[in-house]
C-alpha cells in the first residue's frame, strides 16, 4: 500500500482497505460505493467490458468497513433486492438515476434506474429533506471515445454532487472516508465542501483514473467537476 496523491484536502492511497484503514486516524465519516456481492460484469464496448469489480464475490468486504466504523455516521450505495442491507441500517435513501441510465435484464420492460444509500450512525444533521435524491445525470458514455472526455471513467461511478448532498448533512464531520474510492468522487465532493477527505482503491486501473481526476482538479481549481456535471447529459432539476 502506498499514497499515490496528496493535498492539503485529499489523500489517496492504492492498496487493500483493510490493511490501510487499521493505519488511519481521526476519521468522523464513511461514504462509499462499496461492492455489492453480486458478481456484477457489464458496459458493452467499454474498457472495462466482462471486468469484474474487485471483492464483488459476496459483501464481505462491505460489512467489515460498515462494522469497523459502527461508532460514525455511515453512507453506503447498494440494491437490497439482489443483497441483505448491512446490518444496523437507520434509514434508506433512493438515488433516482434518471431516464437514461439502467440496463439490468434486457428482457425485462423496466430500467433498474435507480439505487438504494443505506445510512448508519449519528451525526446527520439539517434539514429534513425528501428520502429520492434527483440531480444532473453522468453521461452513459466512457470518457475518450469519440466524446468530449467528460464521461465516466468507472463503470459504477456517481456524480459529484451525489456525495455532496450526503456530505450536507454531516455538519460536524471534517475528515470523510472512502474505502472503496474508484475513480475518485467521493474525494472530490469532500474536498469542494472545503473537508478532508482519504481514498482508498485497490484497482490499478480505477486508482490511476482518480489520481487523473484530483490532479485535475488541484491544477484548475474549484468547480471544474461540478461545471462539467452540470452541462446537459439529460439533467433533470435537482
Not at 25 to 42: E, N, Q, T
Request: aromatic share 10%.
Amino acid at each position: 500500500m502506498k499514497i499515490v496523491f496528496q493535498s492539503d484536502l485529499v489523500t489517496l492511497w492504492h492498496g487493500d482497505c483493510r490493511e490501510v484503514i487499521p493505519t488511519l486516524r481521526d476519521i468522523d465519516a464513511v461514504l462509499c460505493d462499496p461492492p455489492y456481492g453480486i458478481r456484477h460484469k457489464s458496459s458493452h464496448g467499454a474498457t472495462w467490458e466482462g471486468k469484474q469489480i474487485a471483492g464483488d464475490e459476496n459483501t464481505e468486504l462491505r460489512d467489515w468497513v460498515w462494522t469497523a466504523f459502527a461508532d460514525k455516521p455511515r453512507a453506503m450505495f447498494g440494491i437490497s433486492w439482489r443483497q441483505p442491507p448491512p446490518p444496523g441500517v437507520r434509514t434508506v435513501l433512493i438515488w433516482d438515476k434518471g431516464p437514461a441510465f439502467g440496463a439490468g435484464d434486457l428482457r425485462m420492460p423496466w430500467k433498474p434506474s435507480w439505487e438504494e444509500i443505506y445510512i448508519g450512525g449519528d451525526g446527520w444533521r439539517g434539514r429534513r429533506d425528501e428520502g429520492v435524491l434527483r440531480g444532473p445525470c453522468l453521461p452513459s458514455w466512457e470518457s475518450g471515445a469519440a466524446h468530449d472526455g467528460n464521461g465516466r471513467k468507472h463503470p459504477h461511478q456517481k456524480p459529484t454532487w451525489l456525495f455532496a448532498r450526503l456530505i450536507e448533512k454531516l455538519p460536524d464531520a471534517r475528515t470523510i472516508l472512502d474505502p472503496f474510492a474508484g475513480s475518485g468522487t467521493t474525494l472530490l465532493a469532500a474536498a469542494e465542501a472545503g473537508r478532508q477527505a482519504v481514498g482508498v482503491e485497490v484497482d490499478d486501473g480505477y486508482c490511476a483514473a482518480a489520481v487523473a481526476r484530483l490532479e485535475q482538479w488541484h491544477a484548475q481549481g474549484r468547480l471544474f467537476h461540478t461545471a462539467n456535471e452540470s452541462s446537459s447529459f439529460g439533467a433533470a432539476a435537482p
